[in-house]
């Protein structure tokens, strides 16, 4: 089955700075990749998603790049602000089964 | 939309005891999944429902949980009987159609005493 890994487990950053979150996959079948965010007491929410046909998709201060080659996939969030901390998750699908990351638990300083 | 509704947020049982967890889907949102997050293992995923009808169950960890869709807006996750180490946060999440990113419900936090 597929195996997604993510990096880092814990992420600090200071308030407008960036912060990127990584995640590598297995299997070269996966065809879809969405970030959830989960604040506490919450449940995960979708934040951004990409294909497998696109290389990178923007929305606003949230950006995802997708590197089929190498099979490794990013979330990149710039001018961090402090409701922006939360435990991030990546996924990997294949069909419409999910394999998520373990998370990246985000700390914006003020 | 009011999203995907859990019920109850919080449910702290005796070991033994039969626990009952209940999910809305989204209408018109023709998958169904039941996860269960604990820090150990992260999101698991235990049993997902299209149109009602069990596709894949192989994350169902014993005989002792048991799930079930009797309509396209109702679902039950049954553990019978509890133990302490299902003490965990179960979510229900549905999706609108093949591959598409899931909804999450706002999760019922289990503990077993």
């Known amino acids: 089955g597929e195996n997604v890994e993510q990096h880092p487990s814990t992420l600090s950053v200071q308030e407008g700075d960036s912060a990127v979150i990584k995640c590598t996959y297995s299997d070269s079948a996966s065809n879809y990749f969405p970030w959830y965010k989960q604040e506490l007491g919450k449940g995960p929410q979708l934040i951004i998603d990409?294909?497998?046909?696109?290389g990178e998709k923007k929305d606003q201060r949230i950006a995802v790049t997708l590197n089929k080659t190498a099979k490794h996939f990013s979330l990149h969030i710039t001018e961090t602000q402090p409701e922006d901390s939360a435990v991030y998750f990546c996924a990997a699908s294949i069909g419409n089964q999910f394999y998520f990351g373990t998370g990246t638990s985000l700390t914006v300083i003020p | 939309d009011a999203g995907v509704i859990q019920s109850p947020r919080h449910e702290v049982t005796e070991m033994g005891q039969e626990v009952t967890l209940r999910c809305k889907p989204i209408s018109g949102h023709d998958y169904l999944f039941w996860y269960r997050q604990t820090m150990m293992r992260g999101l698991e995923l235990l049993i997902y429902f299209n149109n009602n009808v069990p596709i894949d169950d192989s994350g169902m960890p014993e005989d002792r949980f048991s799930a079930k869709m009797p309509n396209a807006s109702f679902s039950t996750l049954k553990i019978q009987p509890s133990e302490p180490r299902d003490s965990a946060v179960y979510f229900c999440a549905s999706s609108l159609a093949f591959g598409w990113g899931y909804t999450f419900g706002s999760g019922t936090r289990l503990t077993v005493v």
């Open positions: 990409i294909r497998s046909n696109v």
